[in-house]
């Protein structure tokens, strides 16, 4: 071992106790000044030997003395195995620790063992160990086996979810991050760096290129489908807009260099070309969708394509997914995998993070995709089939309007097979989800992206014709819905579907202008009320306690005058239908001449008869139809 002077040890000699007392500080000041001791392995063997049992240590310091003595670029690294398995033990139990006590927030003094291990640079000389091939040229290159790299990884991943100082300042080192990607060309060790990775991108401030990654089109090349759905898992933080949070919003020398970066393209946007131009939208992508049984990787892939899909390179990205027909693909899987049974879970939130089941993620990821791509664009067209697309032709024909470009442009041979079309499937489950289920909200953007941009009379009617108009008034007026989100996405839809459209207006009054049989039936059962008290002679009494209950509210004529209202309605209900009328007969076991004489006693225009409604009414809150108290 190098001595103490050499190493920046101050010449005067210090006692012992005052040595081992200011270890801990001294590299701290080391580490932050670059001066003095940087790391535990400058100090000697002896004093941490002596310090380590008070200090609660537990031999790491003197661990990593061996492995940095046994890890110079001429040593034989085959020596430094045990060493790392005995770190790896002691570190691994605290990262156990931390993960089912689903601890928030790590604190240094919480998990001793990985702070210790830090202090002492064991991250430093592991990070140094992985990136030792890269220091030596070709032909003489240091051959690191795949067992090491695998247990060094998993150490500093360890490390990562113990204390986020530790992922920070891995993510802070662009090179080490950059190479990691090289370690994934191994399928031994990919595993273990795709998480890693994953876990340091998690913090980065600054988003790494993906053009920066060492021959990225050759990586993408090797991955298999599993490969590459982890993959993508990385590459969905490595394309999305960076959450920079409120730290430097406040500061004018913050937002003029933020300005000064919005006018360049964002790396995100830089990486989502990449991608775009890379092997991995060549067929890759598109034909993982179809290919991939797990339902977590399909879940990764669609979140990519999404992206993809809103971004700048959106046309490229419509082309290649039609080339490869994503959308027929989605279809054949749409009742096998995406929408194989009801889920009737209630989500937490549009905007909210929730960890939901693999099955909640992937339905959400769909209904985002098809957002994403039927949004402003022609190829909306390709979630239609054959048949399908010809009844849009013949609904614009009857109407006597040309098709839209779109329509007629669309690629035959690029649409859904089958009896249905992607979007009807979308409808048909639409219509069968739970009251209180969140999957309303993503349907209805879905389902509106379709109608977005230059109105289509036929798109309206082809919606109209499958009861769109209908489902999305029950929604909003009578299945008791409370979510504001889900409540406000069907207004949206609502208001696409009935733009310019005559037709869909008819529709819209009829629903809202018609009594609901519910309603009716209340109706019935106070009649029933009200002839059982006329036959006992009481209904002066009856009507009288609705006078008085309105005075009491403070409300005079309100429910009597719509009371008469509903009894005129009756009228009209009743005395063209037979059958109802036998309905009530059979129901009731009363007339059905005694119910139209009920009624027509309760709607007598004399005002002196004390079994009519309008003898209750005060004439300056009456609000009866003059014509009818006419005739």
């Not at 009624?599 to 009456?622: F, G, H, K, Q, W």
Request: proline content about 3%; aromatic content about 8%.
């Amino acid at each position: 071992m190098a001595s103490a002077v050499g190493l920046g040890y101050p010449r005067r000699v210090e006692s012992r106790r005052q040595q081992t007392g200011n270890i801990v500080s001294r590299i701290r000041q080391g580490q932050v000044t670059g001066r003095g001791l940087c790391r535990g392995t400058q100090i000697p063997e002896a004093l941490l030997y002596e310090r380590d049992k008070k200090a609660k240590w537990h031999g790491i310091p003197v661990l990593l003395q061996k492995l940095y003595e046994n890890s110079h670029p001429n040593c034989d690294l085959s020596q430094v195995y045990g060493v790392i398995k005995e770190i790896s033990s002691l570190l691994s139990m605290e990262a156990m620790a931390f993960v089912t006590e689903d601890r928030k927030t790590a604190q240094e003094s919480t998990y001793p063992n990985t702070y210790t291990f830090d202090l002492f640079g064991g991250v430093d000389l592991l990070v140094e160990i992985l990136m030792r091939p890269t220091l030596t040229a070709q032909k003489n290159k240091l051959k690191v086996s795949d067992e090491l790299v695998k247990d060094c990884l998993s150490v500093l991943y360890n490390c990562c979810i113990c204390t986020e100082s530790i992922t920070k300042s891995l993510a802070a080192r662009n090179e080490f991050v950059l190479f990691l990607f090289t370690l994934m060309t191994n399928k031994k060790t990919f595993l273990q760096t795709a998480t890693l990775i994953e876990d340091i991108l998690g913090v980065k401030k600054e988003m790494i290129q993906l053009e920066d990654i060492p021959d990225l089109p050759s990586l993408v090349q090797r991955f298999d489908q599993q490969q590459l759905a982890n993959f993508c898992r990385i590459l969905s933080v490595t394309i999305s807009e960076l959450d920079v949070g409120n730290d430097d919003k406040h500061t004018l020398l913050a937002k003029n260099a933020q300005q000064k970066k919005n006018s360049s393209p964002s790396r995100a946007e830089i990486n989502q070309e990449t991608v775009d131009e890379s092997t991995l939208m060549n067929r890759r992508l598109p034909q993982s969708m179809k290919i991939v049984h797990e339902i977590m990787y399909k879940v990764e892939v669609l979140y990519v394509l999404c992206v993809l899909l809103m971004g700048r390179q959106r046309n490229q990205v419509h082309k290649m997914l039609a080339e490869f027909k994503l959308i027929p693909g989605l279809n054949s899987l749409f009742e096998k995998l995406i929408w194989r049974k009801q889920t009737n879970h209630v989500l937490h939130g549009q905007n909210q993070s929730c960890d939901c089941s693999p099955d909640i993620s992937l339905k959400i990821q769909f209904l985002r995709l098809l957002q994403s791509f039927s949004d402003h664009h022609e190829n909306k067209y390709l979630l239609l089939n054959r048949q399908e697309l010809n009844e849009l032709s013949a609904i614009s024909l009857k109407a006597n309007i040309p098709e839209v470009e779109a329509l007629v442009n669309t690629d035959r041979n690029l649409v859904c097979e089958g009896k249905k079309g992607l979007l009807t499937r979308l409808l048909t489950v639409m219509k069968r989800e739970p009251v209180d289920s969140s999957f309303r909200f993503w349907q209805a953007r879905a389902v509106e992206s379709f109608l977005r941009g230059v109105t289509s009379y036929a798109d309206q009617m082809f919606l109209l014709k499958r009861g769109l108009l209908e489902h999305i008034l029950f929604c909003i007026i009578d299945s008791k819905c409370k979510s504001r989100d889900v409540l406000q996405s069907y207004f949206d839809l609502l208001g696409e579907l009935m733009k310019f459209n005559i037709d869909a207006f008819k529709i819209f009054n009829k629903y809202v202008n018609t009594d609901e049989k519910e309603n009716v039936s209340c109706l019935n059962t106070s009649l029933v009320i009200l002839m059982l008290a006329r036959r006992k002679g009481k209904l002066p009494f009856y009507l009288n306690a609705l006078r008085e209950k309105e005075y009491a509210e403070k409300y005079p004529g309100c429910l009597l005058n719509n009371f008469h209202n509903l009894l005129r309605f009756w009228q009209q209900h009743y005395l063209n239908k037979d059958k109802d009328s036998t309905c009530l007969e059979n129901s009731s076991c009363i007339s059905f001449s005694y119910w139209k004489e009920t009624v027509s006693v309760l709607l007598n225009c004399d005002r002196t008869s004390p079994s009519a409604i309008a003898s209750y009414i005060d004439e300056a809150y009456m609000d009866i139809d003059r014509d009818f108290m006419e005739d």
